[in-house]
Nanobody, 125 residues
Framework: QVQLVESGGGLVQTGGSLTLSCAAS????????MAWFRQFSGMTIRERELVAAADDGGTTKYVDSVKGRFTLTRDSARNTVSLEMNGLKPEDTAVYYC????????????????WGQGTQVTVAS
């Protein structure tokens, strides 16, 4: 079993900042990557967008829309990942989900069925 516990999120004005945190526990040794996805209103689980991912060596990738604004930090020793979000925009409004999986050759593959509970991020215009 794998547990992903998220914290952070909330309501912020345009241009504001938030930090999301996720702690992983359980049978996680077989995975080398952690990531944040987001699900916009009306989107299905399968349509969740990868926001940022990191492997256990610190290599990261970001969706183009957040580059330069969001920073993903992975602490492999503590099995945590945080997402610092600056310059937030209304289009960042979504439910954000922590993920664990495989980061291989610049691609991230979420482990099936292992998601955090989700945390709402709302950016008011």
């Amino acid at each position: 079993q794998v547990q992903l516990v998220e914290s952070g999120g909330g309501l912020v004005q345009t241009g504001g900042s938030l930090t999301l945190s996720c702690a992983a526990s359980g049978d996680i040794g077989r995975f080398n990557g952690m990531a944040w996805f987001r699900q916009f209103s009306g989107m299905t689980i399968r349509e969740r967008e990868l926001v940022a991912a990191a492997d256990d060596g610190g290599t990261t990738k970001y969706v183009d829309s957040v580059k330069g604004r969001f920073t993903l930090t992975r602490d492999s020793a503590r099995n945590t990942v945080s997402l610092e979000m600056n310059g937030l925009k209304p289009e960042d409004t979504a439910v954000y989900y922590c993920s664990i999986g495989d980061y291989d050759d610049s691609e991230y593959f979420p482990a099936a069925g292992y998601w955090g509970q989700g945390t709402q991020v709302t950016v008011a215009s």
